[in-house]
T-cell receptor
Framework: AQSVAQPEDQVNVAEGNPLTVKCTYSVSGNPYLFWYVQYPNRGLQFLLKYITGDNLVKGSYGFEAEFNKSQTSFHLKKPSALVSDSALYFCAVRDVGSYIPTFGRGTSLIVHP | DGGITQSPKYLFRKEGQNVTLSCEQNLNHDAMYWYRQDPGQGLRLIYYSQIVNDFQKGDIAEGYSVSREKKESFPLTVTSAQKNPTAFYLC????????????FGEGSWLTVV
């Protein structure tokens, strides 16, 4: 079985400050982990993924995520937030051998000017 | 341009009517998916297809039907049996191999009037 949790419904951060959006997961095997961003009335856009290798994954728009196996976490980070980063962020996990990812409930990121 | 095209973007349905949402992809992906998104509930899987002429029910298939006659097309029919069809519907596709990224279309809004 696989599951993913995004413990915060909303994250508020000031423009220019670092941001973190949290994600924890549970899988029976090795995880494939993904982050997506969704702007209002739009589809989900892929940001980055972890399959294997380096624990720090770099993605689009300056985002990065750190895979932590011992804490079963895959938090999304950005060193300096922009107002335009305000959106809904989804974490997803897929167990090895599964076609179907499980998505978190989403975290609304609000970046204040 | 390569990608996933959903149409229409907005659709209004009278109670008792069936409606079909179109999804076409030119990414040569084997797997295709339909998700439903309701506010605060994240994404829920309706149906998925790993290959042409084959599809499987997801978590909330009741009141929906699909077909996969061509690799590039995966239309979703919302039948009158679906009790609460008003939602945002997202089509997605992936290359089909475990770990590959799922890519999404821009979504379709269905409103029952």
């Amino acid at each position: 079985a696989q599951s993913v949790a995004q413990p915060e419904d909303q994250v508020n951060v000031a423009e220019g400050n670092p941001l973190t959006v949290k994600c924890t997961y549970s899988v029976s095997g090795n995880p494939y982990l993904f982050w997506y961003v969704q702007y209002p009335n739009r589809g989900l856009q892929f940001l980055l993924k972890y399959i294997t290798g380096d624990n720090l994954v770099k993605g689009s728009y300056g985002f990065e995520a750190e895979f932590n196996k011992s804490q079963t976490s895959f938090h999304l980070k950005k060193p300096s937030a922009l107002v335009s980063d305000s959106a809904l962020y989804f974490c997803a996990v897929r167990d090895v051998g599964s076609y179907i990812p499980t998505f978190g409930r989403g975290t609304s990121l609000i970046v204040h000017p | 341009d390569g990608g996933i095209t959903q149409s229409p973007k907005y659709l209004f349905r009278k109670e008792g009517q069936n409606v079909t949402l179109s999804c076409e992809q030119n990414l040569n992906h084997d797997a295709m998916y339909w998700y439903r998104q309701d506010p605060g509930q994240g994404l829920r899987l309706i149906y998925y297809s790993q290959i042409v002429n084959d599809f499987q029910k997801g978590d909330i298939a009741e009141g929906y039907s699909v077909s996969r006659e061509k690799k590039e097309s995966f239309p979703l029919t919302v039948t009158s049996a679906q009790k609460n069809p008003t939602a945002f519907y997202l089509c997605a596709s992936s290359a089909g191999v475990s770990g590959n990224t799922i890519y999404f279309g821009e979504g379709s809004w269905l409103t029952v009037v």
